[in-house]
């Protein structure tokens, strides 16, 4: 695979160095061409409303194969918040019931349930923490119990790029009785992945970082089985049921408005589609899609490999500088994401800038971030 080829169609990574996917991703010509040709269309011609819900079908079934599970377990939905709050708002709690997270998890997940206890669904939410640069599986041994209904970790740590061992979490969770979910952002797009085999119940990928395409969009995957088992408090919106727009155009319908929409009567799709509520942000998918079309031919094995290559040199001159590397060390746990620890990184990320190399600050930290 010719890396330098594939580089040269995104043309920020020749105008600067640029180690900043794990905030936005770059994106390809292909993915500016597709929204552009979409927007002149509209400038004369109005919305391909079609379009957009053909490539939203698409981008399931491209993503659900990236991923290694079907297409009518994913959903589109707008953010990676909302398909989050959208899978949580459908279990039907248990009384007494906990959330067990990781400490590494994005703010989103700790706020959403940190409201679950608020508002009175869930009594606890308790944290699993890093001991030693590693969160060992017996602080989940420790905190998961028979009341665990969530446990919540993602796959790899935004801040810290540490690469969680899901399959053993989710093996020990569903002993326990508990289901899985996990933010997949800084994992799908980055390394290879199958969900199914790390038997995780629920995942959450935004568009806008390593799948290299616009924000305003986020796949959502729901294990088939617990749609009307586990998840069964589901709301929905005029997309999300059965016999909606979208079903009818799948099923080969062209007048998509001939007949009556379902009203009071409605039931959910049968698919994760039951998590789509309401209209697309056009650009976004289209965008998003023909990025997807990107990954579907790129070798993720060998993306992979490379990223880990570099990721790795960096490292390791890091520490013969005597820099203090915050994430792990360990090459089973790391990502793309290498941060080191820096009193002073807004400063440094700024001087960095100047010389058009592109990091991210955050509290401490200086956040590198290794694509292919
Ligand atoms: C791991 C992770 N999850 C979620 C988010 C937020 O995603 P969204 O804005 O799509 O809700 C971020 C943003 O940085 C993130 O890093």
Redesign the pocket.
């Known amino acids: 695979m010719d890396f330098e080829k594939i580089r040269s169609d995104f043309p920020l990574l020749s105008r600067f160095t640029y180690l900043d996917t ?2 936005s991703g770059a994106i390809s010509r292909q993915v500016h061409k597709s929204i552009v040709d979409f927007i002149d269309k509209w400038l004369y011609e109005g919305e391909d409303w079609d379009r957009v819900i053909k490539d939203v079908v698409e981008a399931r079934r491209i993503f659900s194969s990236m991923v290694g599970v079907k297409g009518d377990e994913v959903a589109l939905v707008p ?6 709050i959208a899978a949580v708002s459908s279990v039907k709690w248990r009384n007494e019931s906990n959330i067990v997270l990781a400490e590494h ?2 703010p ?2 700790f706020n959403v349930f940190s409201a679950a206890v608020r508002n009175g669904l869930v009594k606890e939410v308790r944290v699993a923490r890093y001991i030693d640069g590693r969160i060992p599986i017996e602080e989940y041994e420790k905190l998961i119990d028979e009341n665990t209904q969530i446990v919540s970790v ?1 796959l ?3 801040l810290t790029g540490y690469r969680e061992d899901l399959k053993t979490i989710t093996k020990l969770a569903h002993e326990r009785g508990a289901i899985v979910l996990s ?1 997949i ?2 994992a799908a797009g980055a390394l290879p992945l199958n969900l199914r085999d790390l038997d995780v119940d629920i995942a ?1 990928c ?4 390593w799948l290299l395409a616009p ?1 305003g969009a ?1 796949l959502l995957y729901v294990k088939k089985e617990l749609l009307d088992t586990v998840l069964t408090n589901c709301w929905t919106g005029w997309i999300g049921v059965e016999d909606s727009v979208v079903e009818r155009m799948i099923n080969g319908e062209t007048r998509l408005f001939e007949r009556p929409l379902p009203l009071l009567y409605s039931r959910p799709s049968s698919s994760a589609s039951r998590y789509e509520w309401g209209s697309w942000a056009g650009l976004t998918v289209v965008g998003l899609t023909e990025s997807l079309r990107f990954f579907q031919k790129l070798d993720m094995n060998l993306s992979w490999r490379r990223i880990q290559k570099l990721s790795s040199k960096l490292v390791d001159e890091l520490v013969e500088k005597d820099f203090q590397i915050f994430s792990p060390l360990d090459e089973d746990r790391r990502s793309g994401i290498v941060s080191l620890v820096l009193r002073n990184s807004y400063d440094v990320a700024e001087i960095l800038s100047r010389s058009k190399i592109i990091v991210s600050a955050r509290p401490g930290i200086l956040r590198i971030s290794v694509d292919f």
């Open positions: 794990a905030s953010n990676t918040s909302t398909g989050l998890n994005f989103t997940n993602d790899v740590g935004w933010d952002f800084h959450v935004g568009s806008y970082k924000s986020a």
